[in-house]
């Protein structure tokens, strides 16, 4: 399943998310997050965790609320949110290929500033290269209890590291958090500018939120030139 994520084709979008101009990390912002689910390295060498969530927020509210508010902005000039992007397991979602600013902010500002240095320095332990991730995919998930998508079913995403950014606030929505088959029947529940990452070959789904709505921005990410070793790490995190 890996593989799909490096074959020449699919890389060919990471070039629509690669920023113009890389930054350093942000001043200020607290990058340590809360390891859960330890693992080694492929080769054995190196402890690590296959799951990382930020102890603090890394994102600011004013930047989350544009991303909501051009979501539903083109949502309702286009008649909806897509349904259908992802065949197996779809989500209610807008690529961020169709939301121009978010993609502006989300490309040059929050991966070169904030996402990929937090991966960097967490999955240094597993990466041959850390500072060789590169999202391929990213899309706003809606899920809303009294009209839509309110779960997403257990499944395992295609790529090396997947990530989610808390939209919204915990008091807006009941329940929902993603679950991981590694951590038992409860799940992780991010407050808005919450980073989760993942092993994007752990099992895990979106709990049902049970009132309010939730939002979240999701990314799919692989170690750019190292497609073997992607696939001995995809393998060596399945059942974990």
Not at 125 to 154: C, H, I, M, W
Not at 192 to 213: E, F, R
């Amino acid at each position: 399943m890996i593989s799909e994520r490096q074959i020449p084709q699919y890389v060919e979008t990471m070039r629509f998310f690669e920023p113009r101009a890389w930054r350093g990390p942000r001043e200020n912002v607290d990058l340590s997050a809360t390891p859960m689910v330890a693992v080694s390295s492929v080769d054995g060498t190196k402890e690590g965790h296959l799951i990382y969530h930020s102890e603090k927020a890394v994102f600011q509210e004013g930047e989350l609320d544009a991303v909501v508010r051009e979501c539903e902005a083109v949502a309702g000039d286009r008649g909806g949110w897509t349904t259908s992007r992802h065949a197996n397991y779809p989500t209610t979602d807008i690529p961020l290929a169709e939301l121009p600013e978010a993609l502006e902010w989300f490309r040059n500002d929050a991966l070169p500033s904030v996402v990929y240095p937090y991966l960097a320095r967490h999955y240094a332990f597993a990466a041959p290269n850390p500072n060789a991730f590169r999202v391929v995919d990213s899309f706003v998930v809606k899920y809303n209890a009294t009209n839509g998508q309110r779960e997403l079913k257990p499944h395992r995403d295609g790529s090396v590291v997947s990530f989610n950014i808390a939209l919204n606030s915990l008091d807006d929505y009941q329940d929902g958090g993603t679950w991981f088959d590694g951590l038992g029947p409860g799940s992780v529940r991010s407050d808005k500018g919450h980073l989760l990452s993942h092993a994007s070959g752990m099992l895990h789904g979106g709990n049902a939120i049970t009132a309010g709505v939730r939002y979240i921005l999701v990314a799919f990410v692989i170690l750019q030139s190292y497609p073997d070793w992607a696939v001995r790490w995809y393998n060596h995190v399945r059942n974990k």
